[in-house]
């Protein structure tokens, strides 16, 4: 069931008060009584919204149950004093009182009241916190309110909507019967402020109101913006709601029923969530997500549309109706005060452009002409300097998108819009205008779908549309100078990609299949096809675009979850992608798909990996034959240039010769020559001490920074590295341990810090170093993994392990798929060395809550382990992620 087919139920009335004896204070009983009617009332208040009770009326009944108890205390504590006035202001004055909600008051008097006016106002003061009331106070007389609202316009906008509620009504009517004044704020000076301030705190929170855990009140289309609409009808129009702004022109009725329709789903949200937290909390945390979507009525469907998502989703919804109207308004009344409009210029068709800004002559219907509508948001990407519509434009936009019956399934209106696609970056921003201000949801059905759709996880931080409008940003960034300083592969690529419309068209279409169940990889593939064809594209156009969707997680996939130093892996891989113009459109769609799904997800790591995945597939792309290179050719391949390498560092080839003696055919195999240089001339260094050589390259090939161990073998060696690893909080995204021909290993972990980057610090190296060599000169290694507290979000997701065994060249390979934690890998490791099983090579990869951790290992016999051993490894797994119930081992057992 879902929250809109709730039984509506009647608000509790309001029991009466009787009045209070003037001036005899509220003592003792009456106290305690006024106190429990708050209580009672509430209790009844938040079984009917439970009931499914309208939270509107809920919330004005609230408000008049607190007016009535402020009037009794005044009325008790002042009487009829004419030197002292109560007013509402803020929330309290808008009559938005929730559960949890400040009681805002401003307590206005004469210039010089009474000692005994003052004493009766602070015993007033005091007796509120005694009520169960929690007062916001003010206490000001009018010439020091007025002085302070001129100077401050959140002052003088708290002032705009307050409200009188008790004593001196003559003193009261003084400071607000000429409000908004224009002679504290001009209207122009009112909206500037307004919009400096809007701006400043939609940065704050994140500049998108499709975040993960949004903000409901203070972020972007919250109810601050929400009240900004009201705030800009008092003072531009003198409309004290949203019927009267209809009627002044500042709105019409469709944009006054959507934002009624918004604002009950917001305060439906906020209500539940005051109750559920039991204080005034305003952010949608994980915390509260499921619980708040339960017991708002949200049932999940299936594993792709939980619950939570829906309820996310209606939220995203709303937030969204709320920051069109606002963009709309804050472009009508800028228009509206501007004086002069600006030159005009006739584009032609109907369209002006007025300043930096779009519009329609007074003859032109968009809502007769679809094809229009897309010609309009074509000159968004044609003209320079364009900064968005003007308010007209908006407003035949919106009304255009609302007639039902204007059919945009017509050839014209695809041609026009391949026109658009076909201007490549310069039409990404035309996009985005077009999916803020609806249009694309019309075209496109599956759009409409996933609009404010988010995912219950970590690793997606937006809704999808948001993480779609970012991806198309990132290609558009490839292109210009900004592409070229952050990502230079990227935008070399992009320079020669042949049709940069094909590569926008599979970032629109690549998760627009999420939330319907099945793989959204083949969903997708089947809408991008079909909107292809509707656009007139050739087959081969067609295709790509198509391969592109249904394939657009192979390479991320590739480089993070398997050895891509590995022939042949680049050998399957490439066999994917068959040909150069795929590897490069891939390419840009991974790099574009992974920068738009969280700002923290790129780091050099990823850059690096996906960088030599493409270098080494474009190589055997370029062969003809298609054969895996020889063992014997790579391996000569990397000894010649590393000596050459070592020789100008000026290491003498006997050295070099008496210490690759001791290095394995597989440390040729699978490191650079570089690294193999590196490695060769620190354990020259290092002479014939027997002790641990332990170097850390801050910058190594891939990105990360490189700590090898050359270190003689010893049970726990990999758990006593991981351990001091994760002490010093850094993140281990591969290891590899590879055996020297002595009894010796030649151990290098790639690693960055917390924020994603390498150890660029000289001080933190050293530390590194010097912490690794005290661990490793200990008798009996013992370094534990330090126990952190599991950070708040990653307490509310779950994932049941999975722990599979494989064989794949000669060892076992586990793979570990669980939750995320602080330390899993340095616990992991101190599994296998409970048991005796000795890690050969680990990938570590990190997604959101989920890790995706791969590890070859063998018995200490370096034999693979057996099913017995298996057993017990995955049993011990289990009991170290503290997930040993019956129904997780049943999962595990069942696990593929």
Known sequence: MIASEQTVTRVPPLPR???????????????????????DYDRDLAGAFRD????????AARTLAIERMLAYAWHAWLGDSADAALIAVGGFGRGEQFPCSDVDLLILTVDRPESRVIRAIEAFCACLWDLGIKPGLAVRDVDGCRQLAAADVGVYTTLIEARFLAGAQALGERLLAHLPDPALWTPERFLSAKKVEQAARHLRFGDTAYNLEPQLKEGPGGLRDLQMIGWLGRVIAGAGNLAMMVESGLLDAAEAEALLLARA??????????????????????????????????????????????????????????????????????????????AVEDLGNGFLRIGDRLDVDASHRLGEEPQALIRLYSLM???????????????????ALANAALDFDQAEVFASLRELFEHGAAAVEALAAMA????????????????????????????VDEHTMRVLRFIARFAGEDGARD???????YQRIPQPALLLLAGLFHDIAKGRGGDHSVLGEEDARAFCSRLGLRPEAINLVAWLVRNHLVMSVTAQRQDITDPAVVHRFAAQVDDWERLDYLYLLTVADINGTSPKLWNTWRDRLLSDLYAATRYVLREESGELPKTGERVAETRMRATLMLEGKGIDSDAITRIWADFPEESFLRYRPEQIAWQTAAIAAHGDARDALVRVNP?????????????????????????????AQLNVVEARVIPAHSDRVLDTFFVLDATGKPLLDAELVGALEQALRSALAQVELSAQPVRRVLPRTLRHFHIVPRIVFSVVEGRTRLGLV??????????????????????????????????EDFFSISDDNDQLLDVTGQDALRAALLEQLDLSQPETRKAMHASP
């Open 265 to 342: 789903t917001l305060f439906r949200i906020r209500h539940a969530l005051h109750l559920l937290a039991g204080r005034a909390e305003e952010r949608l945390l994980f915390d509260y997500q499921r619980e708040l979507a339960r017991s708002l009525g949200y049932r999940d469907e299936h594993a792709d549309n939980l619950g939570v998502e829906q309820c996310m989703q209606d939220y995203y919804r709303a937030a969204r109706i709320i920051a069109g109207t606002n963009e709309e308004l804050l472009a009508r009344c800028s228009e509206v005060l501007a004086t002069p409009a600006g």
């Open 381 to 399: 990407a044609t003209q320079p300097g364009i900064r968005g519509l003007r308010a007209n434009a908006l407003r035949q936009v919106r009304l």
């Open 699 to 727: 910058l190594g090939v891939r990105g990360t920074s490189e700590v090898f161990v050359y270190s003689a073998d010893r049970d726990g060696l990999f758990a006593t590295i991981t351990a001091v690893l994760d002490r």
């Open 436 to 463: 803020r201000h609806g249009v694309l949801a019309r075209l496109i059905p599956g759009f409409a779908r996933v609009s404010g759709r988010m995912q219950y996880d970590l690793f997606h931080v937006y809704t």
């Open 17 to 39: 008060l009787a009045r209070p004896v003037p001036r005899a204070g509220v003592v003792g009983p009456a106290r305690l009584a006024l106190r429990q009617y708050l209580v």
């Open 52 to 59: 499914g009770a309208d939270a509107g009326e809920i919330i």
């Open 818 to 851: 669980c939750t995320d934690r602080p330390g899993l890998l340095a616990s992991v490791a101190q599994t296998f060395r409970s048991l005796g099983v000795r890690v050969h090579d680990a990938r570590i990869a990190t997604f959101g809550e989920r890790v």
């Open 487 to 493: 990502f230079k592969l990227a935008h070399s690529l």
